[in-house]
């Protein structure tokens, strides 16, 4: 007899769902729905190792040195995130010349030691931005780096350089 009643329960729960659907007889009624669309958030990624080859490889080849004038990336100086508004990933790094690379010395100290790094969702290869000037008094940044992208790295508002140690 249980059986029975589970069985008519659910038909009469099915019935009532299908009314709800309407019928091609039914009157017309107005209803209200909310749609609502659920936005990733801005992840700060942890760097791995082909993460960190391929930003090392790109900042190499933006300064149009080969790696070998380079010893690595920058301790501690590495960040990188991907934000899903602009389908995006974004990352920041400073190069370390090798001692004897005098070019690359030159450049990592006078023009870009630290560079921004961009490529869309999808993409391989890094775009890269010289930010030679980085935590200079009013720098200008050669990328609008977005907010969210900002605040899980830690950095100022606004900024383009990640905060120097006091």
């Known amino acids: ?44 990624l942890v760097v791995t190792p082909a993460v960190r080859a391929s930003i090392f490889g790109a900042e190499a080849k933006y300064h149009q040195l080969p790696t070998k004038d380079y ?11 991907f934000d899903p508004m602009n389908d995006t990933y974004y990352a ?38 010289d930010d030679g000037l980085g935590a200079a008094q009013d720098s200008i ?3 609008k780096i977005p907010p969210s992208v900002l605040k899980v790295w830690n950095w100022r508002s606004g900024s383009c350089f990640p905060p120097i140690a006091s």
């Open 1 to 44: 007899m249980k059986h029975r009643t589970s069985i008519v329960a659910s038909l009469a729960v099915g019935g009532l769902l299908l009314a709800a659907c309407g019928s091609s007889g039914a009157t017309p009624t107005t209803t209200s729905s909310t749609t609502t669309m659920t936005v990733g958030v801005t992840k700060n």
């Open 71 to 81: 010893v690595g990336l920058a301790p501690g100086m590495t960040y990188y995130a």
């Open 92 to 129: 920041a790094a400073g190069l370390v010349p090798s001692s004897p690379s005098l070019p690359a010395q030159v450049g990592t100290q006078d023009d870009g030691g630290y560079n921004l790094l961009t490529h869309r969702n999808g993409h391989v290869t890094w775009r890269v931005y």
């Open 141 to 143: 940044c050669p990328i």
